[in-house]
């Protein structure tokens, strides 16, 4: 009995293992067939390491191909968490070099992520520095990685960052020409696919993919690089000496439309946004608007004389006050009744005077001429942030609208609107769009861009006479003789407007201008100083007139322009 128990046991024991061995038999089969190529597939891609490959972003220079903002090499410190064997030691290692807190480093070293940033932007030096760290028994640095990059950088430190803009961290414009033509310059990123070693090095040729990025296109600027950097530092030392809360320099070529300088202050480091106020990062002379003042009786002028309304000798009589529609209107300074020629209303920026010119053509006249000259229309430029100004349509006019406007008050225009009107009369008549992109290349091909749209104001007649009119104001007799260029025949015109400020909904303040073109026979250049709510400022052509000239003169010389060597007509001021 006992022996058929013993027996009984030992084949189930026997049976036992058979299963046992069964088991681990099919088992073995399914680990070496079937699922072979499930676990090699599964190993080889955890190997695998998939980068993209950013596109270079275009360049933007000056209308010389000066560069204004270009992309350098640049290296993205990467980390595969699974394969740092010491986050401690290596972040202690990498501190130094990276200018990183030793906890902050350790922390994004620990982990089970396979990519993680460490470190954005190095330059290639100090990506050389973390390729020779050691740790202790190792060569290199286990885990970490360098994924090749590019960074956004601006020669000229600052010169024309208000038009050029800037980027995110990203690379992304976020501002100006970077922001407005993002899709061309940053181009199609491209991405790449390799093998790791155990070791966490690549192994050459095994499962390489790649597709190559496409570079962004290069932009070509209208700015003048030398002019827009003498235009920047003239206006900000002018806005520091009188505390002013900003200004604005235009230079722009008549004939082109295209801007030779478009400066603000105070402005920013496009290398280094962040630490401007947001106010500075935008573009004043683009986003901001004002009134003109006198400035604006160009437009009154050339309207009057197009419709033979006055002659640049026709006597005005202009007494201290005038009253019209129960408003008392005056000009900046008392005086005993004078008795002007109409040139001379311009050269002593008289609003009376010119209130009183505009009322024999009919006030409502006016209105076309200030829309036909860009008055509230947008440039062209398209810029972000660009407001249009505005000038009120007919059926909105108050009771005394009609004697505001021709002086230059009631309506609204941006710095380079402005300048716009001045370079219509200084290109006979005709306005040209502003133009600032003069063209994108791609793979060394030049693609211009179309030339500026052209409209006809006033005739080429009207535009000589106001210029000629206009001279008198740099005359002896005249508002700006600060803004003379030595050598040079000059037209323009003195501005000191009452501000409007947002912050109370009142008239506070003063905006000083003066815009002016020369050669004034033969103009090539127009040149559009502002400044806004200076503080002890005496007026438009003593403070904005140095500026003009120092700019305009310039400008005159760097472009090799001569004198035309003819003299001034020297209309009269005073009739009588």
Not at 23 to 42: N, P
Not at 183 to 202: I, K, N, Y
Not at 449 to 471: K, Q
Request: proline share 7%; charged share 20%; hydrophobic share 40%.
């Amino acid at each position: 009995m006992r022996l058929a128990d013993g027996r009984r046991r030992l084949r189930g024991a026997v049976m036992l293992m058979l299963v046992l061995l069964s088991l681990f038999a099919g088992r073995l089969v399914q680990l070496q067939g079937l699922d072979a190529t499930a676990y090699a597939d599964e190993a080889e891609a955890s190997r695998l390491r998939s980068v993209t490959l950013p596109a270079t972003r275009g360049e933007i220079t000056d209308r010389n191909g000066v560069a204004l903002a270009t992309t350098v090499a640049a290296v993205n410190v990467t980390a595969d968490q699974t394969l740092v064997t010491d986050p401690a030691a290596t972040a202690r290692a990498l501190s130094p070099v990276l200018h990183q807190g030793v906890t902050d480093l350790a922390s994004t070293l620990t982990g089970t992520d396979r990519f993680v940033y460490v470190a954005k932007g190095v330059t290639p030096a100090t990506w050389r520095e973390v390729l020779a760290l050691d740790l202790p028994g190792t060569t290199g640095l286990p885990g970490i990685f360098g994924e090749q990059t590019s960074k956004r950088v601006y020669p000229g430190s600052g010169t024309a960052a208000n038009v050029v803009g800037f980027v995110g961290a990203d690379g992304s414009g976020l501002g100006g020409l970077e922001l407005k033509l993002n899709p061309m310059l940053a181009g199609r990123s491209g991405h790449a696919t390799f093998e790791l070693s155990a070791g966490g090095s690549r192994i050459p040729g095994a499962h390489d993919q790649e597709q190559a990025p496409v570079p962004g296109r290069d932009v070509q600027l209208t700015i003048d690089r030398d002019i827009q950097y003498v235009a920047q530092e003239a206006v900000a030392r002018k806005v520091r000496e009188l505390h002013a809360k900003s200004g604005t320099v235009i230079v722009m070529d008549p004939r082109t439309g295209d801007l030779l300088a478009v400066a603000t202050y105070p402005t920013f480091d496009p290398d280094n946004p962040g630490s401007s106020p947001q106010a500075d990062l935008g573009d004043r002379a683009l986003n901001e608007v004002y009134e003109p003042g006198s400035t604006g009786k160009i437009v009154t002028a050339s309207a009057l004389i197009q419709r033979h309304v006055v002659r640049p000798g026709t006597p005005i009589t202009v007494p201290n006050r005038l009253t019209r529609a129960g408003k008392t209107f005056k000009d900046f300074e008392d005086h005993p009744t004078e008795h002007l020629t109409y040139t001379g209303t311009l050269a002593q920026s008289s609003n009376i005077g010119t209130i009183l010119a505009a009322e024999r053509m009919g006030l409502r006249h006016l209105y076309p001429f200030l829309r036909k000259f860009g008055v509230g229309k947008p440039t062209g430029l398209q810029m972000p942030g660009e407001n249009d100004g505005s000038v009120p349509p007919l059926a909105s006019w108050s009771a005394t609208t009609g004697y505001t406007l021709p002086f230059g008050q009631g309506y609204s225009v941006n710095a380079v609107q402005m300048a716009s009107v001045f370079a219509t009369i200084a290109n006979d008549g005709v306005r040209v769009s502003p133009r600032l992109v003069a063209g994108t290349s791609a793979g060394g091909s030049f693609h211009p861009t179309p030339a500026s749209s052209r409209t006809r104001v006033v005739s080429a007649r009207t535009a000589s006479t106001v210029r000629r009119m206009l001279e008198a104001v740099l005359g002896p007799d005249g508002t700006a003789p600060m803004a003379r260029v030595p050598g040079y025949r000059v037209a323009g015109k003195t501005g000191t407007a009452q501000r409007f400020d947002a912050t109370c909904g009142c008239y506070r303040g003063y905006t000083m201008s003066f815009l002016g073109m020369a050669p004034a026979d033969a103009p090539k250049l127009v040149v559009a100083v502002t400044l806004q709510d200076p503080k002890g400022a005496i007026g438009g052509g003593y403070d904005a007139g140095p500026v003009f000239a120092k700019v305009m003169s310039f400008a005159l010389q760097s472009l090799r322009i001569p004198p035309t060597g003819t003299w001034s007509p020297g209309l009269r001021v005073f009739a009588k």
